[in-house]
């Protein structure tokens, strides 16, 4: 039985083009989804046998996909080079039957055709600086909250509450990915708040925020690979951000969160965001 699959890239311009078992792109084979490559540094020491170990990083990906066209090449031809242009970045993501959805970030490395055949195979190769796939969408914990109450249509008689408060101070959000990711962080103060802060029980990482916010304030704190910023009501203030903090991460496993703050916790709305990765698709 063929397990069934798709391959379909998303460019800069929000155009698409899918790779399946399907006419007139017939995916015969992608390369770089299912593999994960290392560069491993050592040093090697007079006297010693061997070397030793120095540092270890993931290599960029490289993706290449093989699809037959049949029939209208001249036109398939021009409508793939003006897709995948040069400089052009875009989105990947790879659906296997069974399996779920990845993402992953491309830059366009080349594309080339067969000119002869009744069938003629295009070669596509992307690189994607960045190796790890995502989930297509992000995961959302809310800590502390408003849930409305009020359902539309509305019918009004005796009164009645419209919304009721949603306070979990500590939370776990399980990781089953051997990915750490990272985490967009939300404190809206609903009144004054005093230093709010986030802290990850079972690592010991903690981040607390030095600032008194008053009654609509936003902060967001991303501690995402090179995304780590903080953000006050849309503007970057990292003077709010003490040295000492730690950038908590989504770690593999089981992780315990729990937010405080040193005077008005009861008026603090907070809410975790992230995205799964995976070494491979």
């Not at 593999?35 to 050592?42: D, F, I, K």
């Amino acid at each position: 039985m063929i397990t069934q699959k798709k391959i379909t890239c998303e460019n800069s311009r929000g155009e698409k083009i899918s790779f399946g078992y399907f006419l007139p792109l017939w995916l015969k084979d992608a390369t770089g989804l299912t593999s994960a490559a290392y560069e491993v540094s050592t040093q090697r020491q007079d006297g010693m046998d061997g070397e030793s170990w120095q540092s270890s990083c993931a290599q960029k990906r490289n993706i290449v996909i093989t699809a037959a066209i049949k029939g209208e090449y001249a036109a398939q031809r021009e409508r793939l080079f003006g897709f995948f242009q040069p400089r052009e970045r875009g989105t990947l993501t790879y659906w296997e039957q069974g399996g779920r959805e990845k993402v992953i970030d491309y830059q366009v490395e080349s594309v080339e055709f067969a000119l002869q055949g009744k069938t003629r195979d295009v070669s596509i190769s992307l690189i994607c600086p960045y190796p790890l796939f995502r989930a297509p969408e992000r995961s959302v914990v809310n800590m502390a909250y408003w849930e409305p109450l009020v359902r539309f249509p509305f019918v009004y008689g005796a009164p009645i509450m419209t919304a009721r408060r949603i306070a979990e101070r500590i939370v776990e959000v399980q990781n089953d990915q051997n990915v750490a990711c990272g985490l967009t962080i939300t404190f809206v103060a609903r009144g004054p708040v005093k230093d709010p802060s986030l802290a990850e029980l079972g690592s010991g990482g903690k981040l607390a925020l030095a600032l008194e916010m008053a009654e609509g304030d936003t902060v967001v704190v991303t501690t995402g690979r090179g995304q780590k910023r903080t953000l006050l009501n849309g503007v970057s203030h990292p003077e709010i951000w003490p040295l000492a903090n730690d950038w908590i991460q989504l770690y593999p496993g089981k992780n315990t969160y729990q937010y405080g703050a040193k005077q008005g916790v009861e008026h603090l709305d907070v809410k975790l965001e992230y995205t799964l990765e995976y070494w491979g698709a």
